[in-house]
C-alpha cells in the first residue's frame, strides 16, 4: 500500500509539473517568436537540436540505468552514482570533442548556412546542455529513491526563471545569444540546488569511478535504453538539421518549420496527461484482468480520437487565423506545415495508447524497432522532398512518419489483445462525423464575426466550435453518459 502511495504521488508530482512546464514553455515559445522573427527563431532551433543530439550521447542511457539498479538495492546507490558518474563523465569528454569536431565540418562544407556565429552559438549550448546532463544524473537518483518532489519543483522553478528572465530581457535584447544566456541560468539554478539537495538528502558527492571494466560494463547495460533515447531523440530534431543544411537561408525556413511543429505538439500536454494514469493501468490489467485491459485499450483509443480529431478540424479552418492574429505576415509561411502537421495530430495522439500498452506488455523492444523503422522513412522522404517542396516536404516527411509508427504498433497490439476493431472503428466515424460537421460550422461562421476583429473573431469561432462539438457528439452518440462520466472520473484521478 505505501509504494502504490508513493508511485500515485510521485505521478502526480511529475504530471502537474509536466503540464505547467508544458505550458509555460510554449507561451514562451511563443511570446519569442513574436519578438524575435523566423530567421533568429530558426537560429535558435537548430543551434538546441543540434546540441540536444549529443546530449543523448552524453548520458548514453546511463541515467534510466541508475533509476533501475539504485530502485533494486538502495543501499548501494552511492556505488552505483560514482561508477555511472565516471562513466559518464568519459561520455562528456568524447560527446564534447565530436559536436565541436561536428559544427566545424558543417560550418567547412556548408559556411553560409553554417556561419562563424551559429559555430560561437552552439559553443554556448554545448555548455547549456554539458550541466543539463549532469543534473539530469540527480534526477535519476531521487527516482530511484521514489523521491520525485524534488525534480517536479525543480521543473516548476526552472521553467520559472527561463520565463520570467526571458520575457523581461527580450523586451530590451533581441538576440539569440541572449536566449541561450537564459537557459544557461536556468540549468545552472537547477544544478547547484540539486548539487545541495543529493548531498544533504542521498548523501551523494560529484566523485567518480574510472576504470576500463567498469565503463564496459555500464556500456552493456545502456545499450538498449541508449539506443531508444537516440531514436526518440532524432525523430524529433533530424528534419530541423536537414532543413539547415540542404535549404539556402535555412534558419528562415526552420523558423517556420519549427512554428508549425510547436503549435502541433504543445497539445500533447492533453495526451500525456491521459498517459500518465492510462499506464500503470493497462499495466495492473494485462496481468491480471485482460478483459479490463481490452477495454482500457478501446477507451483509451477513443479518447484519444475524442481529443484530437475535433481540434484537427479547427486548425484546418482556422490554421491561417491563429498564425496571423497571434503572430503575423512573417509566418505566413507557417500555414500550410501546420495544417499538414495537425491532420497527422490523431495518430501522434493514438501512439500513446499503442506505444504505452506494448510497453507495459513488456514489447518495449518493438516500440525501439518501431521508432528506427519511422525515422529511416523520415530520413529518406525529407532527402526526397525537401529540395524540391522544403518545409512543405519535411512536414509531409512527419506526416507520413507518425502515420507509419502508429501502424506497425496496431498489429501488435491487436496479437496480444484481439481488440474490437469493429467499436474502434464505429467510434471513430462518430467522433469523425462530429468533428466535421464543427469544422463546417466554423467554416460558414466565421466570416460573420469578421467587424469586430481578428482576435475576437478567432476566440468566437473557437467558441462557437466547442459548443457545435459538444451538441454534435449528444446527436452522433460519440460520446456516451457513461463515457463522460469514466473520463470524468479518470482525470480526476
Same mark, same amino acid.
Given at each position: 500500500m505505501a509504494d502504490s502511495f508513493k508511485i500515485a504521488r510521485n505521478t502526480t508530482y511529475l504530471t502537474i509539473a509536466s503540464i505547467f512546464q508544458k505550458i509555460l514553455s510554449f507561451i514562451y515559445f511563443a511570446f519569442l517568436a513574436k519578438i524575435i522573427g523566423s530567421e533568429a527563431l530558426g537560429q535558435y532551433q537548430s543551434v538546441?537540436? @543540434?546540441?540536444?543530439?549529443?546530449?543523448?550521447?552524453?548520458?548514453? %542511457? =546511463?541515467?534510466?540505468?541508475?533509476?533501475?539498479?539504485?530502485?533494486?538495492? $538502495?543501499?548501494?546507490?552511492?556505488?552505483? @552514482?560514482?561508477?555511472?558518474?565516471?562513466?559518464?563523465?568519459?561520455?562528456?569528454?568524447? !560527446?564534447?570533442?565530436? =559536436?565541436?569536431?561536428?559544427?566545424?565540418?558543417?560550418?567547412?562544407? +556548408?559556411?553560409?548556412?553554417?556561419?562563424? $556565429?551559429?559555430?560561437?552559438?552552439?559553443?554556448?549550448?554545448?555548455?547549456?546542455?554539458?550541466?543539463?546532463?549532469?543534473?539530469?544524473?540527480?534526477?535519476?537518483?531521487?527516482?530511484?529513491?521514489?523521491?520525485?518532489?524534488?525534480?517536479?519543483?525543480?521543473?516548476? /522553478?526552472?521553467?520559472?526563471?527561463?520565463?520570467?528572465?526571458?520575457?523581461?530581457?527580450?523586451?530590451?535584447?533581441?538576440?539569440?545569444?541572449f536566449l541561450l544566456l537564459v537557459l544557461m541560468a536556468g540549468s545552472l539554478f537547477s544544478f547547484i540546488y540539486f548539487l545541495i539537495i543529493v548531498k544533504k538528502k542521498?548523501?551523494? #558527492?560529484?566523485? %567518480?569511478?574510472?576504470?576500463?571494466?567498469?565503463? +564496459?560494463?555500464?556500456?552493456?547495460?545502456? /545499450?538498449?535504453?541508449?539506443? *531508444? %533515447?537516440?531514436?526518440?531523440?532524432? !525523430? &524529433? *530534431?533530424?528534419?530541423?538539421?536537414? =532543413?539547415? #543544411?540542404?535549404?539556402?537561408?535555412?534558419?528562415?525556413?526552420? &523558423?517556420?518549420?519549427?512554428l508549425a511543429f510547436k503549435l502541433t505538439f504543445a497539445l500533447t500536454v492533453l495526451s500525456g496527461a491521459f498517459a500518465s494514469s492510462y499506464f500503470p493501468s493497462i499495466s495492473y490489467y494485462i496481468k491480471y484482468d485482460i478483459f479490463r485491459a481490452k477495454d482500457t485499450f478501446e477507451k483509451g483509443m477513443a479518447y484519444m480520437a475524442l481529443l484530437s480529431l475535433p481540434i484537427t478540424a479547427g486548425v484546418l479552418v482556422l490554421g491561417d487565423k491563429i498564425i496571423l492574429t497571434v503572430w503575423d505576415e512573417r509566418y505566413f509561411g507557417s500555414i500550410l506545415p501546420l495544417k499538414i502537421y495537425i491532420a497527422s495530430l490523431l495518430f501522434i495522439f493514438l501512439n500513446y495508447p499503442v506505444g504505452n500498452f506494448l510497453n507495459a506488455a513488456n514489447k518495449q523492444t518493438l516500440n525501439t524497432y518501431n521508432t528506427g523503422i519511422t525515422l529511416l522513412i523520415n530520413i529518406v522522404l525529407n532527402i526526397l522532398l525537401i529540395p524540391k517542396y522544403n518545409i512543405i516536404g519535411a512536414a509531409i516527411a512527419a506526416f507520413i512518419s507518425n502515420t507509419v509508427l502508429v501502424l506497425l504498433g496496431l498489429p501488435w497490439v491487436y496479437k496480444l489483445l484481439k481488440f474490437s476493431w469493429k467499436n474502434i472503428m464505429l467510434k471513430?466515424?462518430?467522433?469523425?462525423?462530429? !468533428?466535421?460537421?464543427? &469544422?463546417?460550422?466554423?467554416?460558414? *461562421?466565421?466570416?460573420?464575426?469578421?467587424?469586430? &476583429?481578428? +482576435?475576437?473573431?478567432?476566440?468566437?469561432?473557437?467558441?462557437?466550435?466547442?459548443? !457545435?462539438?459538444?451538441?454534435?457528439?449528444?446527436? *452522433?452518440?460519440?460520446?456516451?453518459?457513461?463515457? @463522460?462520466?469514466?473520463?470524468?472520473?479518470?482525470?480526476?484521478?
Open positions: 538546441l537540436a @543540434f546540441c540536444g543530439i549529443f546530449y543523448i550521447f552524453m548520458d548514453f %542511457g =546511463l541515467g534510466a540505468v541508475l533509476t533501475r539498479e539504485a530502485a533494486k538495492e $538502495e543501499e548501494q546507490l552511492p556505488n552505483y @552514482f560514482r561508477q555511472i558518474f565516471g562513466a559518464k563523465m568519459i561520455l562528456i569528454v568524447v !560527446s564534447v570533442i565530436s =559536436l565541436v569536431a561536428t559544427a566545424n565540418i558543417l560550418h567547412y562544407l +556548408k559556411p553560409n548556412n553554417y556561419t562563424a $556565429e551559429d559555430l560561437f552559438l552552439i559553443y554556448v549550448g554545448t555548455i547549456v546542455v554539458l550541466i543539463d546532463t549532469l543534473t539530469y544524473t540527480f534526477f535519476c537518483v531521487f527516482r530511484a529513491l521514489k523521491k520525485m518532489q524534488y525534480e517536479a519543483f525543480n521543473i516548476v /522553478i526552472y521553467q520559472g526563471v527561463i520565463f520570467c528572465v526571458g520575457i523581461f530581457g527580450l523586451i530590451y535584447i533581441q538576440q539569440v545569444l542521498a548523501h551523494l #558527492y560529484l566523485t %567518480g569511478t574510472y576504470t576500463w571494466n567498469n565503463f +564496459k560494463g555500464l556500456m552493456k547495460i545502456a /545499450i538498449p535504453f541508449a539506443i *531508444t %533515447g537516440i531514436f526518440v531523440k532524432l !525523430s &524529433g *530534431t533530424i528534419d530541423i538539421q536537414m =532543413l539547415k #543544411y540542404m535549404l539556402a537561408n535555412g534558419n528562415h525556413y526552420v &523558423g517556420l518549420y519549427t471513430f466515424i462518430r467522433l469523425a462525423v462530429a !468533428s466535421i460537421g464543427m &469544422g463546417l460550422i466554423v467554416y460558414f *461562421t466565421q466570416d460573420y464575426f469578421a467587424m469586430v &476583429g481578428n +482576435k475576437w473573431q478567432l476566440l468566437i469561432s473557437m467558441i462557437i466550435g466547442i459548443i !457545435s462539438y459538444i451538441i454534435l457528439l449528444i446527436i *452522433t452518440k460519440g460520446l456516451t453518459k457513461q463515457e @463522460f462520466m469514466n473520463l470524468r472520473q479518470a482525470l480526476k484521478k
